[in-house]
Nanobody
Framework: QVQVVESGGGLAQAGGSLRLSCAAS????????MAWFRQAPGREREFVVA????????EYADSVKGRFTISRNYNENTIYLQMNSLKPEDTAVYYC???????????????WGQGTQVTVSS
């Protein structure tokens, strides 16, 4: 089963940008759909974006559409989340997940990273 590790979180000002990375272990990266979720204090884990195995199917949450972009690099076994026009409400721990389908519910994903903190100041 693939294992994933996130990096790239940090502090940004409103309107700024950050890029998150998620590195996947092993040679099975191509077999998995990948997703980002986030969780703010006191709130449930929230879907952000998912990309299928080929990269041809991408689904974004309405709250990030037009501001966030997901991509995957098969040579590096890594997915990226480019976050632009950040808002204070984007503040959360961001989690990378691997699964077999593109889905918005966290139960569809079988492998999770430890998360990386993103804080956006106003």
């Amino acid at each position: 089963q693939v294992q994933v590790v996130e990096s790239g979180g940090g502090l940004a000002q409103a309107g700024g940008s950050l890029r998150l990375s998620c590195a996947a272990s092993g040679r099975t990266f191509r077999l998995y759909s990948m997703a980002w979720f986030r969780q703010a204090p006191g709130r449930e884990r929230e879907f952000v974006v998912a990309i299928n195995q080929s990269g041809g199917v991408i689904e974004y949450a309405d709250s990030v559409k037009g501001r966030f972009t997901i991509s995957r690099n098969y040579n590096e076994n890594t997915i990226y989340l480019q976050m632009n026009s950040l808002k204070p409400e984007d503040t959360a721990v961001y989690y990378c997940a691997a699964g077999k389908i593109v889905a918005t519910h966290h139960s569809a994903y079988v492998s999770w990273g430890q998360g990386t903190q993103v804080t956006v100041s106003s």
